[in-house]
């Protein structure tokens, strides 16, 4: 299991781990900065790679903010460990997010919630936070990176397989096969939402959490699959059938 670490573009970094039982790569971002942030933090058991790849750029006890997006074991399951290695630390989610599992999970101090429209500065770059809920948890937040017009969609845009840093093809066929098999949209209508929203947001960069990130001109392809296809949840949980779910 190898981690790599590439940068995309204007000091943000993709950390990538290739997970063959999952068929997906895993990534995270690292925002290089004077308040260095790592927008997801990798399941508990990957830390190590995770931790060793961002030390080729910083010290990892240096992070200040680690921002998860949505509550789940790839989001944000290496938390603590990063808490740790970081004393200055904050964890960073939408404010349903912070209420209702930080909280919940006995997570009470150097814990940020943020609200849709809010923004945060790390000195040379300026995060926008996006509530988008239902994409695909109830918590779930998007970020965008103000000075390279970067989008942060979590696991919106997936693309299957192990892709380089940044992709070129037109994946998106193989995005609606993966969301099919896998169920992790109840429905197609808050993806839809996002989307329209998305579009209109002068973005230059695409860092999707599985895949390879991509540039505005690939948008289209992706954002027009989702809008023309069905892709949410139809019986199938990760490959398996669940019985008692009749396909529509
Ligand atoms: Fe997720
Ligand atoms: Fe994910």
Redesign the pocket.
């Known amino acids: 299991m190898e981690t790599r670490i590439d940068q995309i573009v204007g000091g943000i970094y993709r950390i990538s781990t290739w997970q063959e039982p999952y068929g997906i790569t895993?990534n995270q971002f690292l925002i290089d900065d004077e308040r260095p942030t790592l927008i997801?933090t990798g399941m508990h058991g990957l830390y190590d790679g995770i931790r060793a790849a961002i030390t080729e750029v910083l010290d990892p006890a240096r992070l200040a903010n680690l921002i998860l997006l949505h509550w789940?074991g790839?989001?944000n399951g290496g938390m603590t460990r990063f808490m740790h290695d970081a004393p200055q630390s904050d964890l960073v989610g939408s404010l349903l997010s912070i209420q209702l599992n930080a909280y919940g999970f006995g997570l009470n101090n150097r814990v940020r919630g943020f609200r849709d429209g809010e923004t945060f500065d790390l000195v040379r770059h300026k995060l926008r936070f996006l509530e988008t809920p239902h994409v695909h948890h109830w918590d779930s937040m998007m970020v965008m990176e103000e000075t390279t017009r970067s989008l942060f969609p979590?696991?919106l845009f997936?693309q299957p397989a192990d892709q380089p840093p940044i992709v070129t093809e037109n994946l998106s066929m193989t995005m609606l096969g993966l969301y099919r098999a896998a169920g992790i949209f109840a429905h197609e209508l808050p993806v839809r939402q996002v989307i329209s929203r998305i579009e209109k947001l002068d973005l230059a960069w695409i860092h999707p959490?599985?895949g390879g990130s991509f540039e505005r001109a690939a948008l289209p392809n992706y954002a027009k699959a989702l809008t023309k296809n069905e892709f949410a949840f139809r019986g199938l949980l990760l490959g398996r059938e669940i019985a008692a779910v009749a396909p529509m």
């Open positions: 895993f997801h789940e790839d989001e979590s696991d997936i959490m599985h």
